[in-house]
């Protein structure tokens, strides 16, 4: 299975292949110019191996491409830090991780949120992500630090009364009652959305398990502005940053926003999954 950060390299390569078919040179040509092997041309096209910043900039030297450097330089850059897996970022525990995630959200104007199995995490109860803290941190061997991990967690949730930050989340209706924690602690949760849903910086939508799906919730993602999209996976957290990934989470989000109810509508859900979890205590 490919994954982003080979389908970036992938992406690459045909930018680079392009630029030296401009050019009107083979890739022996190319190669034998720079000092090459042969076959690392192909390679580098095919996004076999990773292209450094001196590999494009002499690709585009050679082809007389100067004025793409930069823009492949930072194409290059995007993907040698799009990947990061999770035991070599949380090597140290979980707290570190939530306190840089504190850095960059402070950066950041407008969030926009889309989970489709569980509630953002700006908007947990403590309870709640200790459940999945402690989840996370068994799967994977990490330090066990959910007292500190939580602790960090809510301290980021402070972003929601100060500054000039605003937030888009959505998330689907199985969120609400999803065992992925005990049903006393998603009833605190549930609570917890209910006064969220009034914040008048939070546009909270949730989309019904009936609606009509105008995409698929294949995974959880977070837009950060128009710069950074967030991604976590089982084994790692891939960012993305080049301008056309982030077009097409937006398209995404725009499209499950589009499936989900807000307001009244989505307190009704709330109130209703509240109920649901009262009749099976």
């Known amino acids: 299975m490919s994954t982003p950060a080979r389908q970036a390299r992938e992406a690459l390569g ?28 192909s390679k580098l096209e095919h996004g076999v191996i990773n292209a450094s910043e001196n590999d494009v900039r ?3 030297r050679i082809c007389n491409a100067e004025d793409q450097i930069p823009d492949l ?46 509630i ?30 939580v602790e960090a967690r809510m301290e980021r949730q402070k972003i929601l009364y100060r500054g000039e930050h605003r937030f888009h989340m959505v998330f689907c209706e199985t969120a609400l009652t999803l065992g992925i924690a005990p049903a006393d602690v998603l009833v605190g949760q549930l609570d917890r959305l209910l006064a969220a849903s009034t914040l008048p910086r939070v546009h909270m939508g949730i989309i019904p398990t009936r609606a009509t799906h105008k995409f698929l919730p294949l995974h959880g993602f977070w837009i950060l502005d128009n710069t950074t999209v967030l991604i976590e ?22 499209r499950l926003a589009s499936s989900a109810v807000y307001g009244r509508d989505a307190r009704s859900l709330i109130t209703s999954a509240l109920r649901s979890l009262d009749d099976a205590s």
């Open 73 to 118: 330089v930072a194409a290059v850059r995007s993907i040698d830090t799009m990947f990061v897996e999770w035991r070599r970022q949380l090597r140290s525990g979980t707290k570190r991780r939530q306190k840089e995630s504190v850095r960059f959200e402070a950066e950041t104007t407008f969030f926009r949120a889309f989970e489709p199995m569980f």
């Open 120 to 149: 953002p995490g700006l908007l947990q109860t403590a309870e709640y992500a200790a459940a999945l803290l402690t989840s996370f941190i068994d799967f994977h061997g990490l330090p066990d630090d959910v007292d500190d991990g």
């Open 14 to 41: 045909v930018r680079l292949r392009d630029i030296r078919h401009d050019a009107g040179l083979t890739g022996r040509a190319l190669a034998a110019n720079a000092g090459w092997h042969y076959t690392k041309v």
């Open 233 to 254: 996976t089982i084994s790692a957290e891939i960012k993305l940053t080049q301008p056309r990934d982030i077009a097409v989470y937006a398209k995404a989000f725009e």
């Open 58 to 60: 002499t690709w585009c």
